[in-house]
């Protein structure tokens, strides 16, 4: 396999293989080799590869209706994608669409800015986020993200608004365990508002499971009422990114109503539209969008905007996902999983913690169990976990540098919503052997 020669690539040392057909959970290269795919391409795949249906719809929608520039016309999708989505979400109002994650985080931040400056509070602009997030490439996501490898090339261009420490518990930051913790990492919040001056401070967003930046980290109970309690205090909108753990991911329709609370903003994409097609959106209270409809402009477009495609793709996987009963199918298969990862945490001596919700569970590595020592950075544990397991007929979603940004190696599984026990036995042979192999 080599590589186009006209292509820059994400990494280009690194020769990938070459895919030519998805079915199921399983992809196939050009020589025919077959890989288990654990990670829903970048956790992503909430419906299974080479669904006849949901190329129909592609097709049905493009021979239909391809285009429709949002600023100059309306299409009658994006208004049955809008209803859908408000039946899947009954917690918001309205919905924005877009083509990704990166995008849904910038324009809930966009949109939280302009809800202040429509509403005579123009000053109130600044964002604050978590260090070990991460919410997208683009460079206002990278600057309320806080993963310092992704963020160190572009430093000098991104805006710091502040961030707090993560609610990561198995590596607590205030070196605190649950038997003596007070939430200092919820607490955080107020501290840096207070800094920052609440007349300045617009939003504070955060994943309430962290995908990649912490490997599938979920908020320890209690941590979201602290911060929907402070965000009320001192006028602050909450912004929760579910562009990974969202969509049913973490067994839910919305991962944060697992937390008991109600978010003022929040973003949409990757197992919203299933892999089929680039889609995002953003969800929102109806007191969030009002001063801004009032105004009568929302000044974010982009070419595909509320896009006929992507809607019509939203609108046919959030209908799958309800009546094929696939969230029952995340909680079950999710706990088998979570059960065999745990079981084999036991009986391996690198693995120092498994977490997660749904099908989204972390595996995180260390060199020694007892004190949590991760491996060395050099030994770049995560890149060869991953090139082993191509050899293996595996593909791993890797996670490198979680503690700090600087050290620490996991693994993220989110395989699709239709894996299967079977499939997941599979995963853990194949991880297992995967494992021995590398370490």
């Given at each position: 396999?080599?590589?186009?020669?006209?292509?820059?690539?994400?990494?280009?040392?690194?020769?990938?293989?070459?895919?030519?057909?998805?079915?199921?959970?399983?992809?196939?290269?050009?020589?025919?080799?077959?890989?288990?795919?654990?990670?829903?391409?970048?956790?992503?795949?909430?419906?299974?590869?080479?669904?006849?249906?949901?190329?129909?719809?592609?097709?049905?929608?493009?021979?239909?209706?391809?285009?429709?520039?949002?600023?100059?016309?309306?299409?009658a999708?994006?208004?049955?994608?809008?209803?859908?989505?408000?039946?899947?979400?009954?917690?918001?109002?309205?919905?924005?669409?877009?083509?990704?994650?990166?995008?849904?985080?910038?324009?809930?931040?966009?949109?939280?800015?302009?809800?202040?400056?429509?509403?005579?509070?123009?000053?109130?602009?600044?964002?604050?986020?978590?260090?070990?997030?991460?919410?997208?490439?683009t460079?206002?996501?990278?600057?309320?993200?806080?993963?310092?490898?992704?963020r160190?090339e572009?430093?000098?261009?991104?805006?710091?608004?502040?961030?707090?420490?993560?609610?990561?518990?198995?590596?607590?930051?205030?070196?605190?365990?649950?038997?003596?913790?007070?939430?200092?990492?919820?607490?955080?919040?107020?501290?840096?508002?207070?800094?920052?001056?609440?007349?300045?401070?617009?939003?504070?967003?955060?994943?309430?499971?962290?995908?990649?930046?912490?490997?599938?980290?979920?908020?320890?109970?209690?941590?979201?009422?602290?911060?929907?309690?402070?965000?009320?205090?001192?006028?602050?909108?909450?912004?929760?990114?579910?562009?990974?753990?969202?969509?049913?991911r973490?067994?839910?329709?919305?991962?944060?109503?697992?937390?008991?609370?109600?978010?003022?903003?929040?973003?949409?994409?990757?197992?919203?539209?299933?892999?089929?097609?680039?889609?995002?959106?953003?969800?929102?209270?109806?007191?969030?969008?009002?001063?801004?409809?009032?105004?009568?402009?929302?000044p974010?477009?982009?070419?595909?905007?509320?896009?006929?495609?992507?809607?019509?793709?939203?609108?046919?996987?959030?209908?799958?996902?309800?009546?094929?009963?696939?969230?029952?199918?995340?909680?079950?298969?999710?706990?088998?999983?979570?059960?065999?990862?745990?079981a084999?945490k036991?009986?391996?001596?690198?693995?120092?913690d498994v977490?997660?919700?749904?099908m989204?569970?972390?595996?995180?590595?260390?060199?020694?169990?007892?004190?949590?020592?991760?491996?060395?950075?050099?030994?770049?544990?995560?890149?060869?976990?991953?090139?082993q397991?191509?050899?293996?007929?595996?593909?791993?979603?890797?996670?490198?540098?979680?503690?700090?940004?600087?050290?620490?190696d996991?693994?993220?599984?989110?395989?699709?919503?239709?894996?299967?026990?079977?499939?997941?036995?599979?995963?853990?042979?194949?991880?297992?052997?995967?494992?021995?192999?590398?370490?």
């Open positions: 396999m080599t590589k186009n020669s006209h292509v820059l690539y994400f990494d280009n040392h690194y020769v990938a293989p070459v895919m030519v057909r998805g079915e199921g959970p399983y992809l196939y290269d050009e020589d025919g080799k077959r890989y288990l795919e654990t990670c829903g391409g970048s956790i992503s795949n909430s419906l299974a590869y080479g669904r006849e249906d949901m190329a129909q719809v592609i097709g049905d929608q493009a021979r239909q209706l391809s285009f429709a520039y949002n600023a100059h016309m309306d299409s999708v994006q208004h049955e994608a809008a209803d859908a989505m408000a039946e899947a979400f009954p917690a918001l109002d309205r919905f924005f669409f877009c083509s990704g994650g990166s995008e849904a985080t910038e324009i809930a931040t966009k949109l939280a800015r302009l809800h202040f400056y429509h509403s005579g509070k123009p000053e109130k602009n600044k964002i604050i986020g978590r260090w070990m997030s991460y919410h997208g490439y460079e206002g996501a990278l600057a309320y993200g806080g993963h310092p490898s992704r160190k572009f430093t000098e261009i991104l805006r710091e608004d502040g961030h707090i420490p993560p609610a990561y518990c198995y590596r607590c930051w205030y070196g605190k365990n649950c038997d003596i913790c007070s939430m200092e990492c919820a607490w955080a919040l107020e501290e840096e508002i207070l800094k920052a001056d609440p007349d300045n401070v617009a939003a504070f967003i955060a994943e309430p499971v962290v995908g990649t930046a912490l490997s599938g980290v979920p908020a320890p109970d209690g941590y979201f009422r602290i911060i929907r309690d402070i965000c009320d205090k001192y006028n602050v909108l909450m912004i929760v990114d579910e562009v990974m753990c969202g969509t049913g973490t067994g839910t329709m919305s991962c944060i109503e697992q937390y008991g609370v109600e978010p003022d903003i929040i973003a949409l994409a990757k197992s919203l539209g299933g892999s089929y097609f680039p889609v995002g959106a953003v969800g929102m209270k109806e007191h969030v969008a009002g001063p801004i409809m009032d105004d009568g402009i929302f974010v477009l982009h070419t595909w905007t509320g896009s006929p495609m992507a809607c019509a793709v939203i609108k046919k996987t959030l209908d799958t996902i309800k009546s094929e009963k696939l969230l029952d199918n995340v909680n079950k298969v999710g706990k088998y999983l979570m059960e065999q990862l745990l084999l036991e009986r391996n001596p690198y693995i120092g977490r997660g919700k749904g989204m569970i972390g595996l995180e590595f260390v060199k020694d169990k007892s004190s949590g020592e991760p491996f060395p950075p050099k030994m770049r544990l995560g890149e060869k976990l991953y090139q397991g191509i050899e293996n007929g595996l593909i791993l979603m890797e996670c490198m540098g979680i503690d700090h940004g600087r050290q620490g996991a693994l993220l599984f989110g395989p699709c919503f239709e894996f299967t026990e079977t499939h997941v036995d599979e995963l853990i042979r194949l991880l297992d052997k995967t494992i021995s192999e590398v370490i």
